[in-house]
């Protein structure tokens, strides 16, 4: 589920294929040329994002031009709530309706976001965070075959709960390595049970090998991250299920 923190930005359209962002709160602008998109350096921060972003637009098929924006956002920086991706998404909206006719899917949206930190991040970014902030609201997310959303008609006030985030004063940047690690310990268990991922085996699968993978990979780690997601993916069916019987205390 997304919040009501956002980040938005007031932006025209140029003709010199420049895009200018200034965001709010600092000092230095960021500005990538559409046409030198590749020279670019990876993992500098926002420029290198934009960049990615335009990267993969081409790629897609998609339009690109220049832009001046001023950007502003409430989402708290590198505190693992998501501000990169949403950031990227208002990007990714600017350049769809400039000089896409506001046709770009939500889901290319999140591939373009998703390459940008894949390629020019060098991080092992998925696609949930990005679509979230592209979607809004609660959704019902899947990933097993390509990227299928659904709108789930839920608020937490309906439970008379209010969603609070808490900053702490303490960030994620420099944990990038341990993050990018999670799909691929993910993966490797997947191996052990004859899949590329999780979600084409099953837990009674993994619970059957358990002894064997855990000798052969040597690492509990990983199998608790395995055991872990299959643990999630149900608790997400529940919550989902108890939500359309209108059974909130369930939920809780």
């Given at each position: ?81 998501s ?36 390629v ?43 969603l ?26 997947a ?9 084409e ?13 855990r000798?052969k ?14 643990e ?14 209108g ?6």
């Amino acid at each position: 589920a997304s919040i009501n923190l956002d980040t938005i930005c007031a932006a025209a359209p140029t003709d010199d294929g420049i895009i200018t962002i200034i965001s709010e709160g600092y000092k230095k602008a960021i500005v990538v040329d559409t046409a030198k998109v590749e020279q670019v350096p990876t993992c500098q921060g926002s420029v290198s994002l934009v960049a990615g972003i335009v990267k993969a637009a081409k790629e897609f098929g998609f339009k690109v031009g220049g832009f001046n924006a001023y950007a502003s956002t409430k989402v708290i920086r590198a505190a693992g709530v998501s501000s990169s991706a949403s950031f990227e998404m208002m990007v990714c909206a600017v350049l769809d309706h400039f000089f896409n006719a506001g046709k770009i899917d939500y889901a290319d949206y999140a591939r373009m976001g998703q390459y940008a930190e894949n390629v020019y991040w060098e991080k092992a970014s998925g696609l949930m965070d990005q679509m979230a902030c592209a979607v809004g609201g609660t959704i019902l997310l899947d990933f097993s075959e390509g990227v299928k959303v659904e709108k789930v008609d839920f608020a937490f006030d309906r439970l008379g709960c209010d969603l609070i985030i808490v900053n702490t004063g303490k960030g994620h940047s420099d944990l990038s390595a341990e993050y990018s690690s999670i799909p691929g310990e993910m993966r490797a268990v997947a191996k052990e049970l004859g899949a590329e991922n999780l979600c084409e085996s099953t837990e009674e699968a993994l619970l059957a090998k358990l002894p064997e993978i855990r000798k052969k990979l040597g690492n509990d780690r990983a199998l608790l991250r395995a055991l872990h997601y299959y643990e999630e993916c149900r608790r997400v069916d529940e919550a989902v299920e108890a939500l359309r019987a209108g059974e909130t205390e369930k939920m809780l």
